[in-house]
């Protein structure tokens, strides 16, 4: 157990901190968490004194997505371009960092893509079900009332997904080979109707910063059984890096039309 836990040290490196928590400020040490056990999910609250709101807060994330208040949500324009593949720490899992100048417009927010992720399981569940993984798009706005947001993929078991094949090979833990030039669209993991729920949030792992939109998209794309394998292989010792479902406590889950 505690070797697991050390394998999952979050380490706050400036640029780590600001790569998982859009931005928090926390300086110094290396605090462990972890997704079940004494540095679980009920207990990230309690274990440093910035992380209170993982405990406290309100407006947390990830939900259950649930029926939906009907909205005319504009539709999602996007410009993102390939970025050279490189991986970074999240949790037991890795982060591929974003190059500047791919940008998504929500709601009529222009967000520019910061990195992206994956869960297994996926975090939100759709009218309860959970789907294998769930990719993550984090982003920021200069518009301060949106500063920052992500959005969610559900991924099903399915067809190989060819977007994931390009660097499936070569994920950090179980890396057979180097990273050479490879390059990567995260604009192909999303599907082809870009339909989407929007709800007010937080980031999913600890610090839990509140303030985050949300918009996940109401259609999943697929990948095959064995991409989510290897997904799962890859995790830190083949652990699950989803935070529990957190209550609403009321709010609002707009669904486009
Ligand atoms: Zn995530």
Redesign the pocket.
Known sequence: MIRRMLLIAFIFAASVATLLNGGTAMTGGIALWSYEGESGPDRWGALASQWGICSSGHYQSPIDIRGGIPASLPAVTENIQPTPLSFGL?GPTFAVPYGSGSTLTLNGTRYELEQF?F?HPS?HTLNGRHFPMEG?LVMKSEDSDHANA?LGVFIEAGSENAMLEQFWGILPRSAKRSLGSTQVNVGDLLPENKAYYMYEGSM??PGCPQGVRWFVMENAVQASQAQIDRFIEDLTQGEINNRPIQPTYGRAILKGM
């Open positions: 999240d992720h869960h975090e993550h992500v999913t792992t």
